[in-house]
């Protein structure tokens, strides 16, 4: 037998960039695309216990990813392993 109920869930309807406060969803025309910057420190970290979620639009996200590849460029100028591919290619996995 079946015993029926409404119940009230939330669902995320919009996710805005946590920098510029954009919409993700284009006020919600279509599912939000957004990037995320994510971190759980643990034990032994400067910052045990803490939890991070930044998300973001395509837009910081792709702002935010040139800041990292300037920063690793950066920090590994002097390394005579380095190769250029790497940094164009940083962070992508799966390219479309
Ligand atoms: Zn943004």
Avoid at 35 to 50: K, N
Avoid at 54 to 65: K, R
Wanted: proline letters at 2%.
């Amino acid at each position: 037998m079946k015993i029926m109920t409404q119940k009230v869930v939330d669902a995320v309807e919009d996710m805005r960039c946590d920098v510029c406060g954009v919409s993700t969803s284009g006020g919600g025309e279509r599912p939000p695309q957004f990037g995320e910057l994510r971190a759980e420190w643990g034990y032994g970290s400067r910052h045990d216990g803490e939890r991070y979620e930044v998300h973001l639009c395509e837009g910081c996200f792709f702002s935010a990813l040139a800041t990292l590849k300037e920063e690793r460029r950066a920090c590994r100028m002097f390394d005579e392993n380095e190769q250029d591919g790497e940094t164009a290619e940083f962070g992508l996995v799966v390219s479309g």
